[in-house]
C-alpha cells in the first residue's frame, strides 16, 4: 500500500494558538488530498478536499477560515488550525489521492489536544 | 436515513471464530467498496478493495459486494486477538470522495 506520512503524530496547544499539521505522500505524487477529522468513537468526518494549486473546497460546516489547507506540492499538503480552542481537540488524519488508484489510504493521523 | 449504515457494536467474539461485518448503503452509484481497519489512536489501514459486485479473497479475509441488495459484507475466518480493531467500511462513486460507515468495534477474546 501507499505510504503517507504526517506530523506530529501528537501535539498540545494552548487555546488561542495555531497549530499546523503536514501530510506527506512518500511514494506517490498526490493531486487531490482529502483531510478528515475522528472525534472519540466516532468515525470519519470530511473536513475538506484540496487539488494541488487551487483552493480547497470545505464541507458543510467546516469554517475555511478556522482550517487553513496548503497543498502547495504534489506531496506535501498543510493543515492549520488557527486561534484552536478545546472543541478542535480531535484526531486529524489526511488521505492523499494517488491518481492512477481509486483506492485510498490515510495518513496515521495527528492527535490534537487544546488546552 | 445515512447513506450508510453500519452497526457499529461492540462486537465480541472467542479467538478463532468466523467474524461477518456488514453495512447496508442506499446510493446507487457506488461503485468502490472498501473495509479499513483502525487500531486505536492510529489511521485507517485499508484491508479490501473491491469494484462493483462479487467477491475477493485475502488471506483470512474476504469481501463480497451485492450490488443489487446493496449490501457488503466482510468475513474475517480464524480470527486472532490482534484482528481486534474497529472496522469500517467505505465506498464512492468513482475517485471521489468517500462515505464511511460508523465502524465496528470488534473484540476477539484470547
Redesign the interface.
Known amino acids: 500500500g501507499a505510504v503517507v506520512s504526517q506530523h506530529p503524530s501528537w501535539v498540545i496547544c494552548k487555546s488561542g494558538t495555531s497549530v499546523k499539521i503536514e501530510c506527506r505522500s512518500l511514494d506517490f505524487q498526490a493531486t487531490t488530498m482529502f483531510w478528515y477529522r475522528q472525534f472519540p468513537k466516532q468515525s470519519l468526518m470530511l473536513m475538506a478536499t484540496s487539488n494541488e494549486g487551487s483552493k480547497a473546497t470545505y464541507e458543510q460546516g467546516v469554517e475555511k477560515d478556522k482550517f487553513l489547507i496548503n497543498h502547495a506540492s504534489l506531496t506535501l499538503s498543510t493543515l492549520t488550525v488557527t486561534s484552536a480552542h478545546p472543541e478542535d481537540s480531535s484526531f486529524y488524519i489526511c488521505s492523499p489521492q494517488d491518481p492512477l488508484a481509486y483506492e485510498q489510504y490515510f495518513g496515521p493521523g495527528t492527535r490534537l489536544t487544546v488546552t | 436515513q445515512k447513506e450508510v449504515e453500519q452497526d457499529p457494536g461492540p462486537l465480541s467474539v472467542p479467538e478463532g471464530a468466523i467474524v461477518s461485518l456488514n453495512c447496508t448503503y442506499s446510493n446507487s452509484a457506488f461503485q468502490?467498496f472498501?473495509w479499513?481497519r483502525q487500531y486505536s489512536?492510529?489511521?485507517?489501514?485499508?484491508l479490501m478493495?473491491t469494484?462493483s459486485s462479487g467477491n475477493k479473497e485475502d488471506g483470512r479475509f474476504t469481501a463480497q459486494v451485492d450490488k443489487s441488495s446493496k449490501y457488503i459484507s466482510l468475513f474475517i475466518r480464524d480470527s486472532q486477538p490482534s484482528d481486534s480493531a474497529t472496522y469500517?467500511c467505505?465506498m464512492?462513486e468513482?475517485?471521489q470522495?468517500?462515505v464511511?460507515?460508523?465502524?465496528t468495534?470488534l473484540t476477539i477474546n484470547p
Open positions: 468502490y472498501m479499513y489512536r492510529k489511521g485507517p489501514e485499508l478493495y469494484y469500517l467505505a464512492s468513482g475517485a470522495k468517500l464511511f460507515g460508523q465502524g468495534r
